[in-house]
């Protein structure tokens, strides 16, 4: 039997982020043999992971990062069940990881198949399964690139949001800042009112409609009337005709173009937990 020391054992640790007991017991299994080891380890993962597959990951850590030039940026959710996991240091500084990992990366797909520390990024979430015991996985992933992109990510982690404009501008940096805050605070659908999609207008004109059927209006006014309430439900909930969050007498639009005529809202992402 193999002579399994206590730097043995810290090594493994260091490796997989498994317990000092679990290190030890996949150590003494794998006699000694640290591969090996850190298979038996790993396997542990796949278990855990399949046991807990049908649990729900709807607590985590949301993230977003941008690269050096600010011209692309990612949002990663990394999933967890518990609050408790998602407030730990080592889980968030995880999640950090794999957001600057995906800005390398434009789909979901790839970025699990990256490589992070000899690992896939799939295989790092069974192998963290295996180490915290509950269900890890990446809930959502989002990228934004435009000639310059802002982040914000709220207080705890529960939402995180990118914005892209249009140019790179003096003050570009505190409009996309302002305007990542705006789009966490009031979740706009949309970024402008040609996008929003068709089935909502339909939706939102048949509520009207119905409204104002109950207040008694005629029928000859309905389409009129309810096309003047669509143009307020597009005010409060496209991002360019929203109120300003800091200053209600711009709109979004308006404020960004105090800083540059030119310059305009290209795109946004936001991911939240809440």
Same mark, same amino acid.
Do not use: W
């Given at each position: ?20 007991? !679990?290190? #030890? ?9 640290? !591969? ?7 396997? =542990?993962?796949? +278990? ?15 993230? @977003? ?59 790092? $979430?069974? &192998? ?5 015991? &509950? ?7 989002? +990228?934004? =690139? ?15 949001? $990118? ?8 003050? @570009? ?28 207008? &339909? +939706?939102?004109? &048949? ?27 597009? =005010? ?13 007498? $711009? ?8 800083? !540059? +005529?030119?310059? #305009? ?10």
């Amino acid at each position: 039997m193999a002579n399994i020391t206590a730097a043995d054992v810290n090594k493994l640790r260091q490796t997989t982020g498994s317990g000092m007991m !679990d290190c #030890k017991k996949a150590l003494v299994e794998a006699d000694g043999d640290f !591969d090996k080891a850190i298979e038996i380890l790993r396997k =542990k993962g796949q +278990k855990v992971a399949a046991n807990r597959a049908d649990r729900e990951s709807s607590e985590g850590a949301v993230i @977003a990062v941008v690269n050096d030039d600010q011209t692309q940026g990612a949002i990663v959710s990394l999933n967890c069940e518990t609050d408790f996991v998602a407030k730990n240091e080592s889980f968030v500084k995880l999640a950090q990881d794999f957001a600057a990992l995906a800005l390398a990366h434009d789909t979901k797909e790839s970025f699990l198949a990256a490589s992070y520390n000899g690992l896939t990024v799939a295989e790092k $979430l069974i &192998e963290q399964t295996g180490v915290i015991g &509950e269900k890890i996985e990446i809930g959502d992933f989002r +990228k934004v =690139k435009a000639p310059f992109v802002g982040f914000y990510i709220h207080a705890g982690n529960k939402i995180a949001t $990118l914005v892209g404009l249009s140019k790179a501008a003096d003050g @570009a940096d505190t409009a996309a800042k302002d305007v990542a805050m705006q789009v966490a605070a009031m979740n706009p659908i949309a970024l402008d009112a040609d996008q929003v999609d068709q089935s909502i207008i &339909e +939706k939102e004109i &048949e509520i009207a409609k119905d409204q104002l059927r109950q207040e008694g209006k005629p029928e000859a006014m309905l389409d009129n009337i309810a096309k003047g309430k669509l143009n307020r439900f597009f =005010k409060d909930n496209t991002l360019v005709n929203q109120d300003f969050i800091k200053d209600s007498k $711009l709109s979004v639009a308006q404020y960004v173009q105090s800083y !540059d +005529k030119d310059l #305009k809202v290209a795109a946004f992402e936001r991911v939240s937990l809440a």
